[in-house]
């Protein structure tokens, strides 16, 4: 139910103008950025919040200068209706929320909280979550952390003003890294488990000052910003998780699933001891949104599903992770579904620069490439058709602290925080194509799971087969053609889910959602998260004779692979010690 709401609005201006009490501007002294919530909506990305590191001088990822760690204070836009290249002339839009007069509470500063997009209908992004960061409190404009009462924040792109959302009767705490992707089409948006800290709020407290980890989803309605606490005792082997990731994957069953992978459980701790507290990437949690329609007094929660993935051809799955990026793009006949996965970090901060797909409904792994360019902490998303761009993240701990060592600049090579990957080329690349063709699965996953570049994938089942009948009969819809697209849909004030468009007759009706009375957010104890740097290599990469040189339209290598992405500029880039 909506329940309380504070209007701010928001003055845009060129990021030329912006600086805080230090002269620092948030794009012109960018060094990296990490742990922000971004969100795509409108043909246009936006990415609010995070830890940032500022340079006094940007010259193309070399620390010139002072760096100083600190926050991104603004909420800024990156125009995806348009073609550029990231090294030439992409331009980004900062809206300063400090200079409105009159306001009484303003937006929290938090990192790895989400941002959703909302539904077409809806002018709004939401901003959920996320917890006070303590590296540098003596950033200007640094806040301490808000209450937990408005964990739910909107922000309206047309009249550029924010509002705050009571939702705490069903949604208590203000939780970060947790799992957490939205349903656009149906006005949903869910939030897997996460952590409660001193940063995100006051309660619950063990006692120790530990970081607690949380359990159940929160399902948040965008169309009237109510929100449901659901329980999760549904998950075979229930482990709270933090810092996983989950995508919304539609076209399977009648209204889509969540695919959740990765993070670390209960009683986890980021130190090379407890890797064993990290989620195997061949556990594979499946959550049946239409589940959420159709309550039963057996399952009121919604229906969970587990199933084990396997590597391509028999070999290895990926290394379990946390603090990487997921996004997903479907075969033109939907035969497949390719989930891919960059990046991330284990809890022995080992650091990873490869790109894999899980392909459903097959449920198996494919490497794409593996190079020596890590990136954690960052986001990522699905835009003009086949394209992934890539924001933020970090290459090491070291460079969250402005910091970097021997073989690493202090600094994002990405000289303005943004990646460009086409999706079936598997090719990087400054230059973002706001008219890129359509689709095509790689050659890669191809070869794994049969088929052609448009679909007709031979892989219909698991290679040992569906772990549940459910989850057979829920991918069987979609194997053979007689799945039910999701419909937008919104959840009225009584927790009413209707659909928008007439249901299929297979579908019975709307179901009032079941509140679940009781310890839906248990907890568990979480050790503050350390942080050791790890060194390691770069390979030998092409020297460029001119930092100011437009990007090589040829391709160039990699790590051994041939791919169309931008070399760091020579005079920064380490030597090799292979």
């Known amino acids: ?109 938090v990192v790895r909280g989400a941002l959703y997009q909302g539904t077409s209908r809806d ?21 301490p952390p808000l209450g937990s009462t408005y964990s739910l924040w909107s922000y309206d792109v047309v009249a550029l003003s924010w509002a705050q959302h009571d939702v705490a009767t069903h949604a208590p705490y203000r939780p970060n890294g947790g ?12 939030y897997l488990n996460g952590q409660i800290d001193g940063g995100s709020s006051t309660s619950p407290d063990d006692g120790l000052g530990n970081v607690v980890l949380l359990d159940g989803m929160v399902v948040i309605n965008t169309t009237d910003q109510s929100a449901r606490n659901f329980s999760t005792t549904g998950l075979n082997n229930v482990r709270r998780r933090t810092r996983g990731r989950m ?25 090379s001891s407890r890797n064993s507290d990290l989620i195997l990437m061949s556990e594979v949690d ?19 599903y587990k199933q084990n993935a396997t590597g391509q051809n028999g070999t290895a799955v990926p290394n379990p992770r946390v603090d990487f990026c997921l996004t997903t793009a479907s075969a033109h006949d939907s035969s497949s579904h390719n989930i891919y996965m960059y990046g991330g970090r284990d809890a022995a901060n080992h650091y990873f620069d490869d790109l894999w797909i899980l392909s459903l409904p097959s449920f198996t792994w494919t490497l794409l490439y593996s190079g020596a360019s890590p990136r954690f902490a960052h986001t990522c998303h699905l835009v003009s058709n086949r394209t992934m761009l890539t924001v933020g993240g970090v290459a090491s701990a070291t460079q969250m602290q402005g910091m970097g060592d021997t073989d690493l600049s202090a600094c994002d090579w990405e000289i303005k925080g943004v990646g460009v990957l086409d999706l079936s080329s598997i090719t990087w690349g400054s230059l973002y194509d706001a008219k890129a063709p359509a689709y095509e699965v790689p050659l890669q996953v191809i070869s794994t799971i049969g088929g052609s ?30 799945t039910t697209n999701a419909n937008e849909s919104t959840t009225n004030s009584n927790g009413n889910i209707t659909n928008n468009q007439p249901q299929s007759s297979s ?66 880039a380490p030597t090799s010690k292979d």
């Open 123 to 143: 002018s709004s992004i939401y901003l959920y979550g996320g917890t006070t960061s303590y590296a540098n409190t003596s950033f200007p404009g640094w806040q």
């Open 453 to 482: 570049p448009t679909g007709n994938a031979l892989m219909k089942a698991p290679a040992s087969g569906f772990s549940d009948d459910g989850l057979a009969r829920l991918f069987a819809a979609d194997v053979h053609g007689n």
């Open 247 to 271: 995508q919304y994957v539609p076209g399977i069953g009648e209204k889509g699933v969540l695919v959740v992978l990765g993070g670390i459980s209960t009683g986890a701790q980021l130190n």
């Open 1 to 109: 139910m909506y329940l309380a709401s504070v209007v701010f609005f928001l003055q845009i201006l060129p990021s030329s103008s912006i600086a805080n009490a230090l002269g620092l501007d948030p794009v012109e002294n960018y060094c990296a950025r990490f742990e922000h919530q971004s969100a795509v909506k409108n043909d246009t990305l936006y990415i609010y919040g995070g830890g940032e590191t500022f340079i006094d001088v940007q010259d193309y990822g070399r620390a010139n200068g002072t760096v100083t760690v600190g926050y991104n204070e603004f909420m800024i836009s990156v125009d995806l209706s348009s073609s550029w290249d990231w090294y030439e002339n992409i331009s980004e839009t900062l809206m300063d929320i400090k200079s409105t007069p009159n306001t009484v509470t303003l937006p929290p500063q």
């Open 179 to 190: 799992a957490a992707t939205e349903a656009p089409d149906q006005g949903l948006a869910f």
């Open 507 to 572: 579908i019975s009706g709307p179901k009032k959602i079941k509140i679940i009375v009781g310890s839906t957010c248990g907890v568990a104890t979480l050790a503050i998260l350390g942080g050791i740097g790890w060194y390691f290599q770069y390979r030998s990469q092409k020297k460029r004779a001119n930092c100011a040189a437009h990007i090589p339209k040829e391709p160039i290598e990699k790590d051994g692979i041939e791919l169309a992405r931008l070399t760091r500029p020579a005079n920064i």
């Open 286 to 304: 499946v959550f049946d949104v239409s589940s959420l329609y159709h309550t039963t007094t057996s399952t009121p929660d919604g229906d969970w």
